[in-house]
């Protein structure tokens, strides 16, 4: 027989896999009937809950959509790989590079909503620009630390950070439309990633 402790923690558990089941459901609709056409009783039907429990794990369909988008960010991630100061510059900048090409290749719902809405739709473009304005603070930061440390020259870092991301941003949504490229991705990103240290990599 199951304690309280026990029954409390599974409660928590069966809550946790609900809340991730509706953000996973959120982005598949929104992608495939856009934000404004798609209704709280579109997400709760397809997880196979009540529109009023959605309404116990968020108040609205734009706080369910802005913890969708949070939960499939590249933020996390970004930070983790940035706080390693060990490894050259070049080779930080390269992994970022390749995990944010994967992701937005695995994200494609997620950027599609973004994409679509964000010109129209105030609160997603709320979350777009959130989202843009922290990656490239945490990227100039770190683009920063290596100015001090004498392995890049100083320049403007928001320029930089933006140049990285838009690169590969294009690089994913274009990809199809240049398949007569002699560089495989790997290749791609490398020598984009060269092309920028190019001009601001300290000669000492």
Known sequence: MKTVLEKSSSRKSQMEKRKLLLLDTAISKFAEGGFAKT???DIASSAGISSGLMYHYFP???KL???AVEKHSFLPQMGRILTDTKKPCR???INIAVRFSDL???EKNSVR???QEGHS???IKKVWDSLSSEGSAILQQFLSSRITAGELKPHDTEVTARCLFSIIFMFNFTKDIFKSSSLNDSQFIEQSID???????SNK
């Open 60 to 62: 609205s369909k734009e």
């Open 104 to 106: 937005l290749e695995q």
């Open 39 to 41: 209704t709280v009783k």
């Open 91 to 93: 080779e930080v900048l």
């Open 195 to 201: 092309s920028i240290l190019n001009g601001i990599q």
């Open 65 to 67: 959509l802005e913890a």
């Open 121 to 123: 739709n105030a609160e």
């Open 113 to 115: 909503i973004l994409l």
